[in-house]
């Protein structure tokens, strides 16, 4: 059984867009701050820092090799949805600042307001067989097939990735980041059970 007989294409589409508007604008508060995050929207936010390219741009490349993964185990419906997912992101982050302008933010609440809606986009996309590429993809893939919860995954995987902001962040900063981690995937751990949704 697949979620096909839950959710049209329409209702697809639609959460498509709402999930990834929500992490994009989370990853605009996350910049905004100068935080960090997990995953491969972390690795983005990193090498944004020290090369020329735009984290939308950083992104969208590091998730290309991912497709193939996605395709060959999860199916194509599951990888042409993450790559729009991962589209949309990459260009929302990029432009979210042509929309909104922010004078001054509280650092802690950019960092858990952000991770929750991170968290909460990527719910939507996972409970409509998407994902944001990269670790999601693998994420999902292990609790799928080796009942590995997701959240818990993506939350070892995040924790490593921070502990590169050691080096080139300070620790406040790193510390917010750390917040913003745990609340993004508390909402993943909390939400996102196996045998909920199947994706075939």
Not at 77 to 104: G, K, P
């Amino acid at each position: 059984m697949t979620d096909n007989k839950f959710h049209t294409k329409r209702e697809d589409i639609f959460a498509l867009i709402t999930g990834a508007l929500c992490v994009g604008f989370g990853v605009f508060l996350f910049k905004e701050v100068g935080l960090l995050t997990g995953g491969t929207a972390g690795l983005a936010l990193i090498l944004s820092g020290f090369l020329t390219a735009s984290f939308g741009q950083i992104f969208f490349l590091l998730n290309l090799p991912f497709y193939i993964l996605a395709y060959k185990r999860m199916g194509w419906r599951f990888t042409l949805n993450t790559f729009i997912a991962v589209l949309t992101v990459s260009l929302t982050a990029d432009t979210m600042h042509l929309l909104i302008s922010i004078d001054q933010i509280n650092g802690l609440f950019a960092a858990v307001f952000g991770g929750l809606l991170v968290g909460l986009g990527m719910l939507i996309l996972f409970r409509h067989r998407a994902s944001l590429g990269g670790v999601g993809i693998l994420a999902l893939y292990l609790q799928e097939h080796y009942n590995i919860r997701a959240g818990k995954f993506q939350l070892g995987v995040d924790l490593s990735i921070l502990a590169i902001g050691f080096f080139i962040v300070t620790l406040p900063i790193l510390a917010l980041s750390v917040a913003g981690a745990v609340a993004l995937n508390i909402v993943i751990a909390i939400n996102h059970k196996p045998g909920r949704y199947f994706i075939s």
